[in-house]
């Protein structure tokens, strides 16, 4: 079976500094690996994808995530952060099945100090 | 851009009624999904549908829930006879094809059960 966990439930960052919201994986397979985000009171956004291409993904609103198959992980980056960058963060992990479902981790939420 | 629109989005009902969520999935994709948040939780899978039919389901899928693609347009979740734990976000996701596609995410539904 395939999951993922987020490492930390809540991160706090101040605006222009670097941010990482950690990610490892488990999966039987190569796996399609996802990092969506939620804006308070707002739907499920997709910031980028891994998809057994380039190991690192460059998402949305300058947010990048790399693959690491020897440390099964796939964190998520932005070198500086922005105060409308405050929200929700999942990682996610789509199953290899026709189904495809999607398994979402626990989710991080970004703080950003001004 | 094509997106997966939801109505309505808040819904407040009984115990006991029953109530439908719907949902418009991007008009050219054939997977369809239903997931749900509870408040503070980990977004949860319910069920896939494909070729007008389940395939697969969740636990929390019980025979309080049932999914119908009516018309070929919407895409609508049942819940038969609400319980106070049924109250949550639930959220329709639609995929065009491929299990390393991406899922787009509707806005969610808000339901409330008092």
């Known amino acids: 079976a395939q999951s993922v966990t987020q490492l930390d439930s809540h991160v706090s960052v101040s605006e222009g500094t670097p941010v990482l919201l950690r990610c490892n994986y488990s999966s039987s397979y190569s796996p399609s690996l996802f990092w969506y985000v939620q804006h308070p009171n707002k739907g499920l956004q997709l910031l980028l994808k891994?998809?057994?291409?380039?190991?690192l993904v460059k998402g949305i609103n300058g947010f990048e995530a790399e693959f690491k198959k020897s440390e099964t992980s796939f964190h998520l980056t932005k070198p500086s952060a922005h105060m409308s960058d405050a929200a929700e963060y999942f990682c996610v992990v789509s199953e290899y099945s026709s189904a495809s479902k999607i398994i979402f981790g626990s989710g991080t939420r970004l703080s950003i100090r001004p | 851009e094509p997106e997966v629109t939801q109505t309505p989005s808040h819904q407040v009902t009984q115990m006991g009624q029953e109530v439908i969520l719907r949902c418009v999935p991007i008009?050219?994709?054939?997977?369809f999904y239903w997931y749900r948040q509870i408040l503070g939780q980990k977004v949860e899978f319910l069920v896939s549908?494909?070729?007008?039919?389940?395939?697969?389901k969740s636990e929390i899928f019980d025979d309080q829930f049932s999914v119908e693609r009516p018309d070929g347009s919407n895409f609508t979740l049942k819940i038969r006879s609400t319980k106070l734990e049924d109250s949550a976000m639930y959220f329709c996701?639609?995929?065009?094809?491929?299990?390393?596609?991406?899922?787009?995410f509707g806005p969610g539904t808000r339901l409330t059960v008092l």
């Open positions: 008009s050219n994709h054939l997977y």
């Open positions: 549908f494909y070729n007008n039919e389940i395939s697969e």
């Open positions: 891994y998809t057994s291409a380039a190991t």
């Open positions: 996701a639609s995929r065009r094809g491929g299990s390393t596609d991406t899922q787009y």
